[in-house]
């Protein structure tokens, strides 16, 4: 069984190197997982999420009135309306 020990001997920078290539892979991860937490609890990253979802709430609403078929004055109509709101 030792005898074939020093097969191991030439592999084990290879090993080495992918431990340390997957030891710093997961220290990584560790940074990443801890700078999400803090962007859930920043205040100012949440406004931004909430701004966002509303311009995607009157994006859809103008892309409804751009492509339906509707006459000049129901079109002036309805850009008035969301002016107002």
Known sequence: MFDELWILIP???FILG??????K???KEMEMG???QRMLD???ANHMREEIRT???????LERIATDNNSATDL????????NR
């Open 25 to 27: 892979h997961k220290q």
């Open 34 to 36: 801890g700078s999400q």
């Open 55 to 61: 311009l995607k709430d009157r994006i859809q609403v």
């Open 18 to 23: 992918g431990f340390a290539i997957w030891s």
């Open 76 to 83: 002036n109509r309805q850009i008035e309306e969301l002016r």
């Open 11 to 13: 592999l084990a920078p």
């Open 42 to 44: 920043d205040p100012d």
